[in-house]
């Protein structure tokens, strides 16, 4: 079709991102439901989205530089099977090999790092983690607790006459 590899690779990005979104939106209505996760709309929806999306730039690389079919088709277990042995949902981090890492003091191996997918499932863990609603209850508690020891520290300072800045 003489078409330019940038362009062909541009409107296969954008067409598959439009059915990505839809895709990540369909799931996260239908998990919520089924599981009755509630206020993580957004964050579920752009984890999801961010997900769908780098497994797509992955298979529009490896369409860009391999032409055949067969060849592709025995290469994604080889660019798969890592996405989701070191995405950290399957194995914990401390119980992989220790010779993996090159640091012994670091808790995660090194190599994982380079995986998108163990990026993608800690922050969709910490979202849901740092946004349920006992979470939110304990941020309203402590901040009337700091608001209210603020407070009090605002009054023994009238009351004792001592400037706060000496202090």
């Given at each position: 079709?003489n ?31 089924v ?6 709309g ?28 067969r ?25 992989m ?71």
């Amino acid at each position: 079709m003489n078409l330019k590899l940038s362009h062909y690779q541009s409107s296969k990005l954008i067409t598959l991102s439009f059915f990505s979104l839809i895709q990540a939106i369909l799931y996260h209505l239908i998990a919520s439901q089924v599981l009755g996760v509630k206020g993580l709309g957004f964050v579920s929806i752009a984890y999801f989205f961010l997900a769908s999306i780098t497994g797509v730039s992955i298979g529009l690389m490896c369409s860009a530089f391999i032409r055949e079919n067969r060849a592709i088709i025995n290469l994604l277990p080889l660019i798969l099977i890592p996405q989701i042995i070191f995405g950290g949902a399957v194995i914990e981090f401390e119980r992989m090999n220790r010779n993996l890492k090159l640091y012994e003091k670091h808790p995660i191996p090194e190599v994982v790092q380079i995986i998108p997918s163990r990026w993608l499932f800690e922050g969709l863990t910490t979202a849901y983690a740092k946004n349920t609603v006992f979470h939110r209850s304990l941020a309203r508690i402590e901040k009337k607790g700091i608001d209210t020891f603020t407070g009090l520290q605002e009054c023994c300072y009238q009351r004792s006459g001592i400037p706060k800045q000496a202090i």
